[in-house]
Protein backbone atom coordinates (compact mmCIF):
# COMPACT_ATOMS: atom_id res chain seq x y z
CA UNK A 1 0.00 0.00 0.00
CA UNK A 2 1.42 3.35 -0.98
CA UNK A 3 0.76 6.51 1.88
CA UNK A 4 -1.40 8.99 0.93
CA UNK A 5 -0.37 12.17 -0.13
CA UNK A 6 0.05 14.93 2.38
CA UNK A 7 -2.59 16.94 0.21
CA UNK A 8 -5.26 14.88 0.02
CA UNK A 9 -4.50 13.38 3.68
CA UNK A 10 -5.06 17.40 4.77
CA UNK A 11 -7.96 17.72 2.57
CA UNK A 12 -9.61 14.55 4.80
CA UNK A 13 -8.75 16.23 8.08
CA UNK A 14 -9.67 19.16 6.97
CA UNK A 15 -13.37 17.75 5.56
CA UNK A 16 -13.88 15.31 8.72
CA UNK A 17 -13.14 18.14 10.95
CA UNK A 18 -15.82 20.31 9.78
CA UNK A 19 -18.32 17.77 9.37
CA UNK A 20 -17.56 16.37 12.98
CA UNK A 21 -18.86 20.54 13.69
CA UNK A 22 -21.34 20.52 11.70
CA UNK A 23 -24.30 22.44 14.20
CA UNK A 24 -27.67 19.84 14.00
CA UNK A 25 -30.87 21.65 13.74
CA UNK A 26 -31.24 25.54 15.09
CA UNK A 27 -33.05 25.73 18.56
CA UNK A 28 -36.81 25.57 18.17
CA UNK A 29 -38.65 29.10 17.98
CA UNK A 30 -40.04 29.40 21.69
CA UNK A 31 -43.41 30.60 22.27
CA UNK A 32 -44.20 34.12 22.04
CA UNK A 33 -47.27 36.50 22.05
CA UNK A 34 -45.79 38.59 19.12
CA UNK A 35 -45.81 34.49 17.22
CA UNK A 36 -48.73 33.80 18.48
CA UNK A 37 -50.61 36.99 17.82
CA UNK A 38 -49.63 36.97 14.12
CA UNK A 39 -50.88 33.69 13.21
CA UNK A 40 -54.21 34.54 15.17
CA UNK A 41 -54.54 37.84 13.07
CA UNK A 42 -53.50 36.28 10.26
CA UNK A 43 -55.54 33.37 10.10
CA UNK A 44 -58.62 35.48 11.41
CA UNK A 45 -58.14 37.94 8.62
CA UNK A 46 -58.26 35.36 6.02
CA UNK A 47 -61.02 35.75 3.34
CA UNK A 48 -62.41 32.46 3.47
CA UNK A 49 -63.54 33.04 7.29
CA UNK A 50 -65.61 35.70 6.39
CA UNK A 51 -68.83 33.75 5.56
CA UNK A 52 -68.68 32.22 8.86
CA UNK A 53 -68.31 35.49 10.69
CA UNK A 54 -71.20 36.67 8.85
CA UNK A 55 -73.07 33.40 9.92
CA UNK A 56 -72.58 34.34 13.52
CA UNK A 57 -73.55 37.82 12.46
CA UNK A 58 -77.10 36.78 11.28
CA UNK A 59 -77.30 34.19 14.18
CA UNK A 60 -76.83 36.54 16.68
CA UNK A 61 -79.92 39.13 14.44
CA UNK A 62 -82.00 35.97 14.72
CA UNK A 63 -82.07 37.39 18.33
CA UNK A 64 -84.74 39.68 17.69
CA UNK A 65 -86.68 37.31 16.67
CA UNK A 66 -87.02 34.35 18.60
CA UNK A 67 -89.86 33.66 20.88
CA UNK A 68 -92.04 36.03 19.24
CA UNK A 69 -95.88 36.74 20.16
CA UNK A 70 -98.64 36.05 17.37
CA UNK A 71 -99.92 39.04 15.71
CA UNK A 72 -103.53 40.12 16.44
CA UNK A 73 -106.66 39.28 13.78
CA UNK A 74 -109.03 41.89 13.01
CA UNK A 75 -112.42 40.78 10.96
CA UNK A 76 -114.68 43.07 9.41
CA UNK A 77 -118.50 41.91 8.50
CA UNK A 78 -121.55 43.91 6.63
CA UNK A 79 -124.41 41.31 6.35
CA UNK A 80 -128.52 42.36 5.50
CA UNK A 81 -131.07 40.65 7.31
CA UNK A 82 -134.68 40.31 5.95
CA UNK A 83 -137.60 39.40 7.23
CA UNK A 84 -141.04 39.89 5.81
CA UNK A 85 -141.56 43.02 7.68
CA UNK A 86 -138.33 44.85 7.21
CA UNK A 87 -135.04 44.76 6.28
CA UNK A 88 -131.82 45.22 8.40
CA UNK A 89 -128.51 45.79 7.69
CA UNK A 90 -126.03 44.04 10.36
CA UNK A 91 -122.20 45.34 10.84
CA UNK A 92 -119.56 43.30 13.02
CA UNK A 93 -116.31 43.74 13.92
CA UNK A 94 -114.21 41.17 16.25
CA UNK A 95 -110.81 41.41 17.35
CA UNK A 96 -108.84 38.23 17.88
CA UNK A 97 -105.74 37.40 19.57
CA UNK A 98 -103.95 33.97 19.37
CA UNK A 99 -101.97 32.42 22.11
CA UNK A 100 -98.44 31.15 22.08
CA UNK A 101 -98.45 27.57 23.42
CA UNK A 102 -96.87 27.18 26.68
CA UNK A 103 -93.23 26.74 26.50
CA UNK A 104 -92.83 27.68 22.78
CA UNK A 105 -91.82 30.94 23.13
CA UNK A 106 -89.03 30.03 25.19
CA UNK A 107 -88.39 27.10 23.41
CA UNK A 108 -87.83 29.09 20.57
CA UNK A 109 -85.48 31.38 22.35
CA UNK A 110 -82.79 28.87 23.76
CA UNK A 111 -82.92 27.23 19.82
CA UNK A 112 -82.12 31.09 18.15
CA UNK A 113 -79.07 30.59 21.29
CA UNK A 114 -78.11 27.44 20.84
CA UNK A 115 -77.93 28.34 16.99
CA UNK A 116 -75.38 31.38 17.77
CA UNK A 117 -73.33 28.88 19.91
CA UNK A 118 -72.85 27.05 17.10
CA UNK A 119 -72.31 29.66 14.41
CA UNK A 120 -69.32 30.74 16.62
CA UNK A 121 -68.00 27.20 17.36
CA UNK A 122 -68.55 26.48 13.37
CA UNK A 123 -66.08 29.73 12.74
CA UNK A 124 -63.42 27.98 15.26
CA UNK A 125 -63.97 24.71 13.94
CA UNK A 126 -62.67 26.72 10.76
CA UNK A 127 -60.17 28.94 11.58
CA UNK A 128 -58.64 26.28 13.64
CA UNK A 129 -58.55 24.07 10.69
CA UNK A 130 -57.05 26.99 8.62
CA UNK A 131 -54.45 27.40 11.91
CA UNK A 132 -53.53 24.06 11.80
CA UNK A 133 -52.91 23.53 8.11
CA UNK A 134 -50.80 26.83 7.82
CA UNK A 135 -48.90 25.53 11.04
CA UNK A 136 -48.21 22.80 9.62
CA UNK A 137 -47.34 23.97 6.42
CA UNK A 138 -44.46 26.04 7.82
CA UNK A 139 -43.72 23.43 10.00
CA UNK A 140 -43.17 21.19 6.71
CA UNK A 141 -41.13 24.07 4.67
CA UNK A 142 -38.96 24.63 7.98
CA UNK A 143 -38.23 20.98 8.09
CA UNK A 144 -37.30 20.74 4.41
CA UNK A 145 -35.50 23.76 4.07
CA UNK A 146 -33.21 22.64 6.95
CA UNK A 147 -32.43 19.76 5.19
CA UNK A 148 -31.69 21.05 1.98
CA UNK A 149 -29.00 23.54 3.80
CA UNK A 150 -27.79 20.63 5.28
CA UNK A 151 -27.16 18.43 2.74
CA UNK A 152 -26.05 21.24 0.53
CA UNK A 153 -23.15 21.91 3.46
CA UNK A 154 -22.53 18.31 3.45
CA UNK A 155 -22.39 18.29 -0.85
CA UNK A 156 -19.96 21.52 -0.98
CA UNK A 157 -17.71 19.47 1.26
CA UNK A 158 -17.75 16.33 -1.09
CA UNK A 159 -17.37 18.45 -3.91
CA UNK A 160 -14.12 19.93 -2.12
CA UNK A 161 -13.08 15.90 -2.06
CA UNK A 162 -14.03 15.88 -5.90
CA UNK A 163 -11.65 18.47 -7.10
CA UNK A 164 -8.70 17.45 -5.24
CA UNK A 165 -9.60 13.52 -7.10
CA UNK A 166 -9.75 15.34 -10.54
CA UNK A 167 -6.59 16.81 -10.01
CA UNK A 168 -4.73 13.90 -8.55
CA UNK A 169 -6.18 11.86 -11.47
CA UNK A 170 -5.30 14.00 -13.81
CA UNK A 171 -1.45 13.89 -12.91
CA UNK A 172 -2.07 10.47 -13.08
CA UNK A 173 -2.25 9.66 -9.23
CA UNK A 174 -5.95 9.37 -8.59
CA UNK A 175 -8.40 6.46 -9.56
CA UNK A 176 -11.57 6.30 -11.68
CA UNK A 177 -13.36 4.32 -9.18
CA UNK A 178 -12.88 6.84 -6.55
CA UNK A 179 -14.39 9.87 -9.05
CA UNK A 180 -16.93 7.90 -10.16
CA UNK A 181 -18.43 7.53 -6.29
CA UNK A 182 -17.96 10.93 -5.30
CA UNK A 183 -20.30 11.87 -8.54
CA UNK A 184 -22.80 9.55 -7.70
CA UNK A 185 -22.94 10.97 -4.38
CA UNK A 186 -23.13 14.56 -5.80
CA UNK A 187 -25.84 13.78 -7.86
CA UNK A 188 -27.98 12.24 -5.46
CA UNK A 189 -27.47 14.62 -3.16
CA UNK A 190 -28.37 17.31 -5.77
CA UNK A 191 -31.65 15.60 -6.54
CA UNK A 192 -32.61 15.17 -2.74
CA UNK A 193 -31.88 19.34 -2.07
CA UNK A 194 -34.01 20.03 -5.02
CA UNK A 195 -36.77 17.91 -3.62
CA UNK A 196 -36.23 19.41 -0.38
CA UNK A 197 -36.33 23.34 -1.75
CA UNK A 198 -39.49 22.35 -4.12
CA UNK A 199 -41.50 20.87 -0.89
CA UNK A 200 -40.63 24.31 1.31
CA UNK A 201 -41.52 26.05 -1.49
CA UNK A 202 -45.30 23.99 -2.28
CA UNK A 203 -45.90 24.17 1.13
CA UNK A 204 -45.69 27.78 1.57
CA UNK A 205 -47.42 28.55 -1.35
CA UNK A 206 -50.54 26.41 -0.10
CA UNK A 207 -50.21 28.32 3.24
CA UNK A 208 -50.66 31.65 1.12
CA UNK A 209 -53.32 30.41 -0.44
CA UNK A 210 -55.22 29.20 1.95
CA UNK A 211 -55.03 32.39 3.35
CA UNK A 212 -55.54 34.72 0.48
CA UNK A 213 -52.00 36.02 0.00
CA UNK A 214 -49.59 37.15 -2.21
CA UNK A 215 -47.66 35.26 -3.60
CA UNK A 216 -44.90 36.82 -1.74
CA UNK A 217 -46.18 37.93 0.86
CA UNK A 218 -44.59 37.41 4.31
CA UNK A 219 -45.32 34.68 6.34
CA UNK A 220 -45.20 34.44 10.10
CA UNK A 221 -42.78 32.53 11.85
CA UNK A 222 -43.99 29.08 13.10
CA UNK A 223 -46.04 28.97 15.93
CA UNK A 224 -48.01 26.49 17.80
CA UNK A 225 -50.21 26.05 21.14
CA UNK A 226 -48.84 23.73 23.96
CA UNK A 227 -50.90 21.03 25.65
CA UNK A 228 -51.35 23.21 28.65
CA UNK A 229 -53.64 25.74 26.28
CA UNK A 230 -56.11 23.22 25.21
CA UNK A 231 -58.75 23.38 27.67
CA UNK A 232 -61.11 20.60 27.24
CA UNK A 233 -64.47 21.82 27.85
CA UNK A 234 -63.85 25.00 25.61
CA UNK A 235 -62.36 23.05 22.58
CA UNK A 236 -65.11 24.26 19.34
CA UNK A 237 -66.12 20.53 18.82
CA UNK A 238 -66.75 20.18 22.76
CA UNK A 239 -68.84 23.55 22.01
CA UNK A 240 -70.36 22.62 18.78
CA UNK A 241 -71.76 19.61 20.32
CA UNK A 242 -72.97 21.35 23.61
CA UNK A 243 -74.69 23.72 21.87
CA UNK A 244 -76.35 21.06 19.11
CA UNK A 245 -77.59 19.09 22.54
CA UNK A 246 -78.91 22.75 23.82
CA UNK A 247 -80.73 23.30 20.79
CA UNK A 248 -82.57 19.62 20.48
CA UNK A 249 -83.09 19.99 24.05
CA UNK A 250 -85.00 23.15 23.01
CA UNK A 251 -86.42 21.41 20.12
CA UNK A 252 -87.68 18.28 22.61
CA UNK A 253 -89.40 21.56 24.53
CA UNK A 254 -91.17 23.11 21.68
CA UNK A 255 -92.46 19.55 20.58
CA UNK A 256 -94.06 18.86 23.75
CA UNK A 257 -95.62 22.46 23.13
CA UNK A 258 -96.66 21.43 19.86
CA UNK A 259 -99.02 18.89 21.21
CA UNK A 260 -100.48 21.69 23.83
CA UNK A 261 -104.18 23.07 21.79
CA UNK A 262 -103.85 26.29 20.33
CA UNK A 263 -106.17 29.05 21.98
CA UNK A 264 -106.99 32.13 21.37
CA UNK A 265 -109.51 35.17 23.05
CA UNK A 266 -111.66 37.39 21.06
CA UNK A 267 -113.95 40.49 21.51
CA UNK A 268 -117.20 40.71 19.23
CA UNK A 269 -119.20 43.90 18.65
CA UNK A 270 -122.30 43.69 16.41
CA UNK A 271 -124.91 46.56 15.45
CA UNK A 272 -128.11 45.74 14.09
CA UNK A 273 -130.34 48.38 12.92
CA UNK A 274 -134.02 48.33 12.41
CA UNK A 275 -136.88 50.89 12.56
CA UNK A 276 -137.65 50.90 16.41
CA UNK A 277 -133.60 51.55 17.00
CA UNK A 278 -130.16 50.18 16.71
CA UNK A 279 -129.34 46.94 18.58
CA UNK A 280 -125.71 46.64 19.70
CA UNK A 281 -123.94 43.14 20.88
CA UNK A 282 -120.61 42.58 22.91
CA UNK A 283 -119.13 39.52 23.12
CA UNK A 284 -116.30 37.59 24.59
CA UNK A 285 -115.35 34.41 22.31
CA UNK A 286 -112.44 32.07 23.46
CA UNK A 287 -111.20 29.50 21.09
CA UNK A 288 -108.99 26.26 21.01
CA UNK A 289 -108.07 23.99 18.48
CA UNK A 290 -108.78 20.13 19.44
CA UNK A 291 -105.21 18.18 19.27
CA UNK A 292 -106.80 15.45 17.48
CA UNK A 293 -103.63 14.55 15.43
CA UNK A 294 -100.70 16.75 16.48
CA UNK A 295 -99.91 14.95 19.55
CA UNK A 296 -98.94 11.89 17.48
CA UNK A 297 -96.98 13.95 16.22
CA UNK A 298 -95.14 15.90 18.83
CA UNK A 299 -94.40 12.16 19.76
CA UNK A 300 -92.26 11.92 17.51
CA UNK A 301 -90.62 15.17 17.18
CA UNK A 302 -89.64 15.08 20.94
CA UNK A 303 -88.08 11.51 20.40
CA UNK A 304 -86.24 12.58 17.71
CA UNK A 305 -85.08 15.61 19.65
CA UNK A 306 -84.03 13.14 22.53
CA UNK A 307 -82.02 10.96 19.69
CA UNK A 308 -80.55 14.45 18.93
CA UNK A 309 -79.15 14.78 22.10
CA UNK A 310 -77.59 11.41 22.50
CA UNK A 311 -76.09 11.43 19.26
CA UNK A 312 -74.55 15.03 20.57
CA UNK A 313 -73.28 13.01 23.52
CA UNK A 314 -71.72 10.81 21.89
CA UNK A 315 -69.94 13.13 19.21
CA UNK A 316 -68.94 15.02 22.11
CA UNK A 317 -67.45 11.91 23.77
CA UNK A 318 -65.72 11.19 20.74
CA UNK A 319 -63.92 14.41 20.34
CA UNK A 320 -63.03 14.20 24.04
CA UNK A 321 -61.15 11.09 22.59
CA UNK A 322 -59.84 13.01 19.56
CA UNK A 323 -58.35 15.01 21.61
CA UNK A 324 -56.83 13.40 23.87
CA UNK A 325 -55.26 11.32 21.37
CA UNK A 326 -53.87 14.19 19.81
CA UNK A 327 -52.52 15.21 23.21
CA UNK A 328 -50.19 11.50 23.30
CA UNK A 329 -49.16 11.78 19.72
CA UNK A 330 -47.53 15.18 20.63
CA UNK A 331 -46.09 13.37 24.06
CA UNK A 332 -44.77 10.34 21.55
CA UNK A 333 -43.78 12.66 18.71
CA UNK A 334 -41.23 14.40 21.67
CA UNK A 335 -40.31 11.64 23.19
CA UNK A 336 -39.31 10.20 19.46
CA UNK A 337 -37.68 13.21 19.07
CA UNK A 338 -35.35 13.52 22.15
CA UNK A 339 -34.40 10.07 21.66
CA UNK A 340 -33.41 10.65 18.14
CA UNK A 341 -31.55 13.38 19.16
CA UNK A 342 -29.28 11.33 21.54
CA UNK A 343 -28.79 8.79 19.14
CA UNK A 344 -27.52 11.83 16.33
CA UNK A 345 -25.14 12.81 19.20
CA UNK A 346 -24.32 8.77 19.75
CA UNK A 347 -23.64 9.01 15.78
CA UNK A 348 -21.60 11.75 15.59
CA UNK A 349 -19.28 10.38 18.76
CA UNK A 350 -18.73 6.95 16.38
CA UNK A 351 -18.00 9.49 13.66
CA UNK A 352 -15.27 10.63 15.75
CA UNK A 353 -14.00 7.89 16.45
CA UNK A 354 -14.05 6.61 12.69
CA UNK A 355 -12.82 10.15 11.61
CA UNK A 356 -9.13 9.46 14.20
CA UNK A 357 -9.21 6.04 13.13
CA UNK A 358 -8.92 7.42 9.07
CA UNK A 359 -6.15 9.35 10.30
CA UNK A 360 -4.01 7.44 12.50
CA UNK A 361 -4.55 4.95 9.40
CA UNK A 362 -3.84 7.64 6.28
CA UNK A 363 -0.44 9.05 8.66
CA UNK A 364 0.85 5.74 8.77
CA UNK A 365 -0.02 4.90 5.40
CA UNK A 366 -1.74 1.49 5.64
CA UNK A 367 -4.75 2.33 3.48
CA UNK A 368 -5.31 3.06 -0.08
CA UNK A 369 -5.75 5.94 -1.92
CA UNK A 370 -9.70 4.98 -2.86
CA UNK A 371 -10.66 3.28 0.59
CA UNK A 372 -10.02 6.78 2.25
CA UNK A 373 -12.09 8.57 -0.20
CA UNK A 374 -14.72 6.01 0.13
CA UNK A 375 -14.57 6.18 3.92
CA UNK A 376 -15.08 9.70 4.18
CA UNK A 377 -17.79 9.49 1.98
CA UNK A 378 -19.15 6.67 4.05
CA UNK A 379 -18.74 9.23 7.43
CA UNK A 380 -20.20 12.12 5.26
CA UNK A 381 -23.29 10.05 4.63
CA UNK A 382 -23.34 8.65 8.60
CA UNK A 383 -23.31 12.05 9.88
CA UNK A 384 -25.56 13.70 7.09
CA UNK A 385 -27.79 10.41 8.13
CA UNK A 386 -27.82 11.07 11.79
CA UNK A 387 -28.48 15.00 10.86
CA UNK A 388 -31.83 14.65 9.05
CA UNK A 389 -33.26 12.25 11.06
CA UNK A 390 -32.61 14.90 13.94
CA UNK A 391 -34.42 17.46 11.49
CA UNK A 392 -37.23 15.29 10.82
CA UNK A 393 -37.89 13.91 14.28
CA UNK A 394 -38.43 17.55 15.33
CA UNK A 395 -40.38 18.29 12.61
CA UNK A 396 -42.79 15.77 13.46
CA UNK A 397 -43.07 17.41 16.81
CA UNK A 398 -44.11 20.33 15.11
CA UNK A 399 -46.79 18.95 13.02
CA UNK A 400 -48.16 17.10 16.15
CA UNK A 401 -48.01 20.60 17.70
CA UNK A 402 -49.80 22.17 14.79
CA UNK A 403 -53.08 20.08 15.64
CA UNK A 404 -53.81 21.47 18.81
CA UNK A 405 -54.80 24.86 17.10
CA UNK A 406 -58.26 22.87 16.34
CA UNK A 407 -58.93 22.38 19.72
CA UNK A 408 -58.12 26.42 21.14
CA UNK A 409 -61.48 28.19 22.84
CA UNK A 410 -63.52 29.96 20.15
CA UNK A 411 -62.57 33.45 21.96
CA UNK A 412 -58.93 33.08 20.67
CA UNK A 413 -60.25 33.68 17.10
CA UNK A 414 -63.22 35.97 17.76
CA UNK A 415 -61.83 38.32 19.83
CA UNK A 416 -59.14 38.62 16.97
CA UNK A 417 -61.55 39.56 14.57
CA UNK A 418 -63.70 42.07 15.89
CA UNK A 419 -61.63 44.59 14.43
CA UNK A 420 -62.54 43.19 11.29
CA UNK A 421 -65.98 42.98 9.62
CA UNK A 422 -67.10 43.18 6.16
CA UNK A 423 -70.69 44.13 5.54
CA UNK A 424 -72.75 41.39 3.26
CA UNK A 425 -73.82 42.94 -0.19
CA UNK A 426 -77.36 43.65 -0.73
Not at 92 to 107: D, F, I, N, Y
Not at 198 to 220: H, K, Q, V, W, Y
Not at 238 to 258: V, Y
Request: with cysteine; glycine share 4%; proline share 4%.
Amino acid sequence: MCAIPTGLRRLIISVLSLSVGLPLLAEENRDSTESRTAMVELVAHAPALSAARLRIDAARARMGSAGKFPNPEIEAMVSRKQSPMETMPMYEVSVRQPLPKAGERAADRDRVAAGVSMAQAEYALMAGEMAAETAMALAEAETATRRADVLAIQMARVQRVLGTVEIRIGTGQGRLGELLALRTQIASMQLMIARDRTMAATALSDARSRLGLADDAILPAYFAPIATDVILDSAPALRMAEARIQEAHAMGRMARAEAKPMTAIGLRLEREQDSMGNTDTIGIAFMMEIPWRSRGYARADEQAARTEAHASRADARANTFQIMAALKSIERAEKLAALTAQLADDTQTRVDAEYESIVSSASAGTMSDESTVLMVLDILEKSTNAQLQRIDAEGAVRVARAELWRYLPVETFINSSTDYHEEPND
